[in-house]
Every structure is written in structure tokens, then in C-alpha cells.
């Protein structure tokens, strides 16, 4: 659950960075997907950890950033 806390608090920053709510960002990842999401729908699946990586994607695109994977 830790985790899943800390993912919402960082997702809250960067939502903050570009002054969009999470009704916003909801709207915009309904917009893009074809698919209903709330602000419920989103925090639920982030505290159940069911989010998927595509959502994660979608989410990264619209505030304007991209996922990259680096090796250690």
C-alpha cells in the first residue's frame, strides 16, 4: 500500500505542475480512450493496483511526459 501512495502523491505533483485536477485528467483519458474514467475510477485503481501500463501511458502522454526505461 506504500507504494500505491506514493504513486498517487507523485501523480498529485505532476498534476499540479501542469494545473490540471483529476476531473481533468479523467475527461482527457475519456477523450483519448473512448472509454469512461472519474477521478473515482482512476484512484481506485491506482490504491488497488490495477492500473494498467497503458493507462499509465495515457496518463504520462496527456500531462506531457513519456515513460523510459533505463538499466541500472
Known sequence: ????????TKLKILMA???MS?????GR??????????????YGKIKRDTISFTEVEIIAKILGYKIEFIEE
Open 1 to 8: 500500500m506504500e507504494i500505491n501512495t506514493d504513486i498517487k
Open 17 to 19: 505542475l501542469r494545473q
Open 22 to 26: 483529476m476531473q481533468d485528467l479523467a
Open 29 to 42: 483519458m475519456s477523450e483519448a480512450t473512448g472509454k469512461p474514467y472519474s477521478r473515482h475510477k482512476i
